[in-house]
């Protein structure tokens, strides 16, 4: 993607309005979502008693156009979240649209780790969702405290994978799972929340169009930091959720720098640095599962979230993983492909076509070697295959040469 003028100058102004990504933790922490547009907030103060059915209790999470309270309904006399727009009344038609859709997409789901929906109304003219109340931490706090165990990491996000899978069959494709957006309750089940600016299959129109980049740069994959919303899809979502596996592994997301332009940037033209390089514990076969799901090209990614569950289920039941890492020359070939547009940009083709044809050469040439090598061990495994196989033979004729001699002992004789 070439970044043009007006481009920049979008992403520049979400910089100097907030949304420069933070360092280092807070990064991981709630890094904000990307939309087309901001707005100021005129939500309703805490302990306001006349808000319809509910009484607000105390702010839980504010996104860039949304805010979440923890409050009680009256007549069912219960705690539950409650969504509303941080532009209340003076919401624009795009937002309502959005927050609309968010109630569509969630709605339609049920699975034991998506929060519920409860209700969808309008209280003196704010719009609001109510939903579960998970008592717990985000993923993202979580995180906070110290990369977990790889089989804790593991069943998390399979779990997850789970309910985003459910997501997918029902045409709904969330575009901005993160680790914030990830509720864990007491007991440390994860529920996958946040469905504000989903990809919803036959609902019309997108409220987005290529060219548009929304959800948090951190975690998005690179067709959608590309601006190319039509090509997202399932698989996007699939990055995502390694993305969130990365951080879990980690402790930090696959990429991250000082503005959001720049983690776009990141995103789009470099690979990231495998989780076992920074955290050597983590297992050669979950850290293949993990950097498949954030290739570059979406073909190479798992197909379904479903595939990707079940990888995980391999990993945690000693099972052998379907994965399989890459070989040199893909890697090589993997970077002649982000690095071209780069290249051809900054002037450097002709430096860039011989550091290709370098890469590709030492790719053939270790390929060749490596299937020498493998062809030699497979010649010696054979060698001492037969070897065993005369040493077997052998003693068992040693074995019946001297039952032989013991019956003619006994016998005196060696007629029966």
Same mark, same amino acid.
């Given at each position: 993607m070439v970044l043009g003028d007006p481009f920049r100058q979008m992403m520049m102004q979400r910089d100097e309005d907030g949304l420069t990504a933070p360092r280092d933790s807070d990064v991981v922490l709630d890094a904000p979502t990307i939309l087309p547009s901001s707005t100021s907030s005129t939500v309703p103060s805490i302990g306001c008693d006349d808000f319809g059915d509910y009484e607000l209790v105390e702010e839980l999470a504010r996104g860039g156009v949304g805010i979440v309270y923890k409050a009680r309904q009256r007549s069912l006399n219960r705690v539950v979240a409650l969504k509303m727009l941080l532009t209340g009344k003076h919401a624009s038609s795009g937002e309502l649209q959005r927050f609309q859709s968010e109630a569509n997409a969630a709605a339609?789901? /049920?699975?034991?780790?998506?929060? #519920?929906?409860?209700?969808?109304?309008?209280?003196?003219?704010?719009?609001?969702?109510?939903?579960?109340?998970?008592?717990?931490?985000?993923?993202?706090?979580?995180?906070?405290a110290a990369p977990l165990r790889q089989r804790e990491a593991a069943g998390l996000v399979q779990s997850i994978a789970g309910a985003v899978h459910c997501a997918h069959l029902q045409g709904v494709i969330h575009r901005d799972l993160k680790p914030a957006n990830i509720l864990l309750d007491a007991s440390g089940t994860p529920f996958v929340t946040d469905f504000g600016i989903a990809k919803i299959r036959g609902a019309g129109a997108d409220l987005t169009s290529d060219g548009d980049v929304?959800? /948090?740069?951190?975690?998005?994959? #690179?067709?959608q930091a590309d601006g190319q919303i039509t090509c997202v899809d399932v698989r996007s979502d699939v990055y995502s959720m390694g993305a969130i596996l990365y951080a879990l592994l980690t402790g930090r997301p696959p990429f991250q720098a000082a503005t959001s332009l720049d983690t776009i940037m990141q995103v789009i033209s470099n690979d990231p640095v495998p989780p076992r390089q920074l955290n050597p514990e983590v297992s050669r076969d979950l850290n293949t599962i993990t950097m498949k799901c954030l290739e570059k090209?979406?073909?190479?990614?798992?197909?379904?979230?479903e595939e990707f569950e079940q990888d995980l289920g391999r990993y945690l039941e000693n099972e052998p993983i379907l994965a399989r890492p890459r070989s040199f020359l893909e890697a090589g070939?993997?970077?002649?492909?982000?690095?071209?547009?780069?290249?051809?940009?900054?002037?450097?083709?002709?430096?860039?076509?011989?550091?290709?044809t370098s890469i590709i050469t030492v790719g053939y040439y270790r390929e060749a070697t490596q299937r020498r090598e493998l062809e030699e061990v497979i010649f010696g495994l054979k060698e001492q295959l037969g070897k065993a196989e005369q040493l077997v033979e052998f003693e068992r004729r040693h074995r019946r040469q001297r039952t032989e001699s013991e019956r003619i002992d006994e016998t005196g004789t060696g007629d029966p």
């Amino acid at each position: 993607m070439v970044l043009g003028d007006p481009f920049r100058q979008m992403m520049m102004q979400r910089d100097e309005d907030g949304l420069t990504a933070p360092r280092d933790s807070d990064v991981v922490l709630d890094a904000p979502t990307i939309l087309p547009s901001s707005t100021s907030s005129t939500v309703p103060s805490i302990g306001c008693d006349d808000f319809g059915d509910y009484e607000l209790v105390e702010e839980l999470a504010r996104g860039g156009v949304g805010i979440v309270y923890k409050a009680r309904q009256r007549s069912l006399n219960r705690v539950v979240a409650l969504k509303m727009l941080l532009t209340g009344k003076h919401a624009s038609s795009g937002e309502l649209q959005r927050f609309q859709s968010e109630a569509n997409a969630a709605a339609k789901l /049920t699975h034991p780790n998506i929060v #519920p929906i409860f209700e969808v109304g309008e209280a003196n003219g704010q719009q609001y969702l109510s939903m579960a109340y998970i008592a717990g931490q985000s993923l993202a706090k979580r995180i906070l405290a110290a990369p977990l165990r790889q089989r804790e990491a593991a069943g998390l996000v399979q779990s997850i994978a789970g309910a985003v899978h459910c997501a997918h069959l029902q045409g709904v494709i969330h575009r901005d799972l993160k680790p914030a957006n990830i509720l864990l309750d007491a007991s440390g089940t994860p529920f996958v929340t946040d469905f504000g600016i989903a990809k919803i299959r036959g609902a019309g129109a997108d409220l987005t169009s290529d060219g548009d980049v929304i959800g /948090t740069p951190n975690y998005m994959p #690179p067709e959608q930091a590309d601006g190319q919303i039509t090509c997202v899809d399932v698989r996007s979502d699939v990055y995502s959720m390694g993305a969130i596996l990365y951080a879990l592994l980690t402790g930090r997301p696959p990429f991250q720098a000082a503005t959001s332009l720049d983690t776009i940037m990141q995103v789009i033209s470099n690979d990231p640095v495998p989780p076992r390089q920074l955290n050597p514990e983590v297992s050669r076969d979950l850290n293949t599962i993990t950097m498949k799901c954030l290739e570059k090209s979406p073909a190479r990614r798992y197909s379904t979230a479903e595939e990707f569950e079940q990888d995980l289920g391999r990993y945690l039941e000693n099972e052998p993983i379907l994965a399989r890492p890459r070989s040199f020359l893909e890697a090589g070939l993997s970077w002649c492909q982000t690095h071209l547009l780069a290249a051809s940009v900054s002037g450097s083709a002709v430096i860039f076509l011989l550091s290709a044809t370098s890469i590709i050469t030492v790719g053939y040439y270790r390929e060749a070697t490596q299937r020498r090598e493998l062809e030699e061990v497979i010649f010696g495994l054979k060698e001492q295959l037969g070897k065993a196989e005369q040493l077997v033979e052998f003693e068992r004729r040693h074995r019946r040469q001297r039952t032989e001699s013991e019956r003619i002992d006994e016998t005196g004789t060696g007629d029966p």
